[in-house]
């Protein structure tokens, strides 16, 4: 909920989920913790519906009652901590995903975009079977990468970009990271425009300091 160039971080996400123009609703996946009432109704406000699960970490839960509400074959998936996620690869992924029935696919199977443009494609016979089957914390925290790491059981399909640019690490997990992530928007956002990795990527051209 803190501000990116007078807005939300979470606002700037719904606003590039929204610009791919691939999902036909928008989830936000949360917890049932008080704590995240507040999240919980600014989504609310902006169309979004909520599924509320009771462990903080249970992310499979999360992602199958976003399957059971919204009766989709495919979710695309990423985190609150991602507010440079791109419309376009976005929107080739999910393309990619749906042309080749992966139960996977994902631009962090190998990774070669920055991190902070993660996201995935998950089929929704996937994501039921991991809720159904995965029992320890981590494995029902880790699903995704549970499902990304077996191959021989599950489709799984690598979106990459042809430069390696892994080494980068756009992601806000620490006051640090927010610090910098507000530098860039208040520099390169405009309203009704989603800029790109190939901005960031010129911008921090001329800021090496950043």
Known sequence: MLPLAGKPLIW???????AAGCCEHLYLATTSDPRNDPLVEYCAAQGLEAVRE?????LAARLHAVVAASGADYVLKTGGDCPLIEPTVMRDMVRMAIAQSSDFCSNRVRWTFPMGLSCDVLSASAITWAHEHLATPED???????????????????????ENLSHHTWM???????AWMQQLFEALYRDG?????????RYLETKQHL
């Not at 009771?54 to 249970?58: I, L």
């Not at 806000?172 to 990271?177: A, G, L, M, Q, S």
């Not at 425009?193 to 990527?201: A, I």
């Open 140 to 162: 029902r925290e880790l699903f995704a990468t549970w499902i990304r790491d077996r191959p021989e059981q599950f489709r799984v399909t690598s979106f990459e970009h042809g």
């Open 12 to 18: 700037h996400m719904i606003d590039r989920m929204r």
């Open 193 to 201: 425009e989603c800029f790109g990795m190939t901005d960031v990527l």
């Open 172 to 178: 806000v997990d620490t006051p640090e990271d927010y």
């Open 54 to 58: 009771r462990e903080e970490d249970d």
